[in-house]
């Protein structure tokens, strides 16, 4: 696979913490938004998504928040692990058109 | 893993010759997306497109095109490569344009000399 040397924000964790990856976006007509996951050499893998009509949704482990208000996006990770190690894109999608459009990534380090 | 893939997976090429990337699925997803990655930058939308046929610009689309004759394959082209064209180039697959769940390929690392 491929990968790229990312200059990214980075958020180091200790292993068993909870991680908060945040992202702010930009396009106030963006109705829904999706957290992705990129580990070294792979391409990004959806994590978790949520519509504009909701606060909050839960997944296995991870848990996204919206605000709307601030046009903020959070993603939580509970009981970081050494697996979760890996880039976290946000990105956002607005119902009127299919383009995807993907944030600049947070680098996710975790300490042992 | 869904059936993407991308070929060249790396190639070496000098400013001013065209190239072309390749992206096959075996999805039959109606969605196809090309993405580049760069440092700083994150994922840019390239181009997409939304069927046989149809395909729309997206963020960073100058110097870039696509065709996609076919759902399985979707092609981008690059007619006559800059090095600022130097990037990894990444192509997704959706079943569907309003949901955000796209599967990506491996990738294609293009350095342009």
């Given at each position: 696979?491929?990968?790229?040397?990312?200059?990214?924000?980075?958020?180091?964790?200790?292993?068993?913490?909870?991680?908060i990856?945040?992202?702010?976006?930009?396009?106030?007509?963006?109705?829904?938004?999706?957290?992705?996951?990129?580990?070294?050499?792979?391409?990004?893998?959806?994590?978790?998504?949520?519509r504009?009509?909701?606060?909050?949704?839960?997944?296995?482990r991870?848990?996204?928040?919206?605000n709307?208000?601030?046009?903020?996006?959070?993603?939580?990770?509970?009981a970081?692990?050494?697996?979760?190690?890996?880039?976290?894109?946000c990105?956002?999608?607005?119902?009127?058109?299919?383009?995807?459009?993907?944030?600049?990534?947070t680098?996710?380090?975790?300490?042992? | 893993?869904?059936?993407?893939?991308?070929?060249?997976?790396?190639?070496?090429?000098?400013?001013?010759?065209?190239?072309?990337?390749?992206?096959?699925?075996?999805?039959?997803?109606?969605?196809?997306?090309?993405?580049?990655?760069?440092?700083g930058?994150?994922?840019?939308?390239?181009?997409?497109?939304?069927?046989?046929?149809?395909?729309?610009?997206g963020?960073?689309?100058?110097?870039?095109?696509?065709?996609?004759?076919?759902?399985?394959?979707?092609?981008?082209?690059?007619?006559?490569?800059?090095?600022?064209?130097?990037?990894?180039?990444?192509?997704?697959?959706?079943?569907?344009?309003?949901t955000?769940?796209?599967f990506?390929?491996?990738?294609?690392?293009?350095?342009?000399?």
């Amino acid at each position: 696979g491929e990968s790229v040397g990312l200059h990214l924000p980075t958020l180091s964790v200790q292993e068993g913490d909870n991680s908060i990856i945040n992202c702010a976006y930009s396009n106030s007509a963006s109705d829904y938004f999706i957290w992705y996951k990129q580990e070294s050499g792979k391409g990004p893998q959806f994590i978790i998504d949520i519509r504009s009509n909701m606060d909050k949704r839960q997944g296995q482990r991870v848990t996204v928040l919206l605000n709307k208000t601030v046009k903020h996006l959070s993603l939580q990770i509970a009981a970081t692990q050494p697996g979760d190690s890996a880039v976290y894109f946000c990105a956002e999608n607005s119902n009127r058109d299919d383009k995807i459009i993907f944030g600049k990534g947070t680098r996710l380090h975790i300490l042992p | 893993d869904a059936g993407i893939t991308q070929s060249p997976r790396h190639k070496v090429t000098e400013t001013g010759t065209p190239v072309t990337l390749r992206c096959h699925q075996t999805e039959n997803h109606r969605y196809m997306y090309w993405y580049r990655q760069d440092p700083g930058h994150g994922l840019r939308l390239i181009h997409y497109s939304y069927g046989v046929k149809d395909t729309d610009k997206g963020e960073v689309s100058d110097g870039y095109s696509v065709s996609r004759s076919k759902t399985e394959d979707f092609l981008l082209t690059l007619e006559s490569a800059t090095s600022s064209q130097t990037s990894v180039y990444f192509c997704a697959i959706s079943d569907a344009g309003d949901t955000g769940e796209l599967f990506f390929g491996e990738g294609s690392r293009l350095t342009v000399l």
